[in-house]
């Protein structure tokens, strides 16, 4: 599956693209899509089979499941 994660600061985002790398997924960060919204203005994209626990859920605003152009479905909020 495909996911965005939104964060509250570039910080947090980078801390999460390097865990999900430490724990063997490919992660990048860019530029949050138009249709997400954040504080910080970059998100992590990564691909899963499972959703992830982060070790500092509080940076993350959202993390959003990609269902195709411009949708997707919310499974972790801090909104």
Known sequence: ???TATFYSH??????????EEAGGN???MPVPRFLSSSC????????DALPTPSHPDEIEQIVKMTGD???EIVFSNL
């Open 1 to 3: 599956m495909d996911y």
């Open 11 to 20: 910080f947090g985002a980078m801390r999460f693209k390097k865990e999900i």
């Open 27 to 29: 992660a990048r960060l």
């Open 41 to 48: 203005g970059t998100c992590c994209a990564f691909a899963a």
């Open 70 to 72: 411009d949708s997707y």
